[in-house]
């Protein structure tokens, strides 16, 4: 059946209901429902093995759901899939050509399986991808490789386009360019799925962040919301020497309801919430009960990172590739 976009055209870009996926009896997505608004970028953020790969070839068409249901642009990606697929742009996690093929050769090969393929030079030319054209993918770089992905994704014109992790291994150049043309698809009514474990990433670009940590869904929001306004409201402290034990819970048996501590490691913790003159106070008079010397007492906005490190008690990053 040739494509419809009429068809189911006031479905979600994306609904996920109760979407639960095991390998080997081991569960990488557990019961996750969300849904995405056409036209918005929303980011899936979580660490490594999150379960967000996996989320998202189901949504591709690649897994077919164990439990629950995914539905893209209102149309089921297994069974639909040839309606679906020159609907939609997927940029693969390590790349999704063939080794030996040439950059330029694969993207006008992909760009021949479209009908109404964008101009092949000027997405070359948007994404840096001219000076290598000629040479075998296997022999591109990390960031070249990546670019490639995702012209590859975007030749067909797509009106929803998934991207895993699209930054990974770019340089900040190249980042930034890679940011421009997703907000510039936006633009255009391009709906764009992404998933990445940067925070900055997620904050600069994302309407909506679903945070997904062993394959639930912890959190969803706007930035904003999930960061309640970026409003000043984080305390770390670095000590010179490790933290007694039991440290954090006799920082908050001190800072009162209200406030949380996290420990970050054995010289530094984070302390969410009021991040006024009275918690400062009660923060450096407690290092001196405590007999800790502090190297550093650090005011802060609350960001994603902080977000995640109180909902998992985990730092993203640490667990990033
Ligand atoms: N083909 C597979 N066979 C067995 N286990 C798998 C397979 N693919 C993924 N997994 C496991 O499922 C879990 C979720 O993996 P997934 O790749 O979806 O996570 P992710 O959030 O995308 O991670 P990353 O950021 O590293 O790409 C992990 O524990 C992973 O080891």
Request: hydrophobic share 40%; net charge negative; with cysteine.
């Amino acid at each position: 059946m040739p494509p419809n976009p009429a068809r189911h055209a006031d479905a979600p870009a994306v609904a996920i209901e109760g979407l639960a996926m095991r390998y080997a009896g081991k569960t990488a997505v557990d019961d996750l429902s969300l849904q995405v608004a056409r036209g918005s970028i929303t980011a899936v953020l979580g660490p490594n093995g999150a379960g967000k790969t996996t989320t998202l070839e189901t949504c591709e068409g690649y897994r077919r759901p164990q439990e629950g249901r995914v539905r893209v642009l209102g149309l089921d990606p297994v069974r639909e899939r040839r309606e679906l697929l020159p609907r939609i742009g997927v940029m693969l996690q390590g790349g999704g050509a063939w080794s030996g093929v040439r950059a330029e050769e694969m993207l006008r090969h992909v760009a021949a399986l479209h009908a109404h393929p964008v101009d092949h030079d000027l997405l070359v030319e948007r994404l840096g991808l001219a000076e290598c054209g000629r040479t075998p993918y296997r022999r591109l770089s990390g960031g070249q490789q990546q670019r490639l992905g995702l012209a590859m994704a975007l030749v067909g014109r797509p009106e929803i386009v998934f991207v895993d992790e699209p930054t990974a291994g770019m340089d900040p150049q190249a980042r930034r360019t890679t940011w421009e043309l997703l907000e510039e698809l936006r633009g255009d009514g391009v709906t764009v799925v992404l998933t990445t474990h940067y925070m900055d990433e997620a904050e600069r670009l994302a309407d909506t962040v679903h945070i997904i940590d062993h394959g639930r869904l912890i959190a969803s929001g706007s930035p904003l919301e999930l960061t309640r306004g970026g409003s000043v409201s984080t305390i770390r402290l670095v000590v010179t020497r490790p933290f007694p034990p039991g440290a954090p819970e006799s920082l908050t048996a001190a800072l009162g309801p209200g406030t949380s501590v996290t420990l970050l490691d054995s010289l530094s913790l984070l302390v969410t919430g009021p991040a006024d003159a009275s918690t400062l106070a009660r923060v450096s008079r407690w290092c001196e009960e405590q007999g800790v010397l502090p190297e550093s007492l650090t005011l802060g906005t609350r960001s994603l990172e902080d977000v995640f490190l109180q909902l998992t008690g985990r730092e993203l990053e640490e667990h990033a590739s």
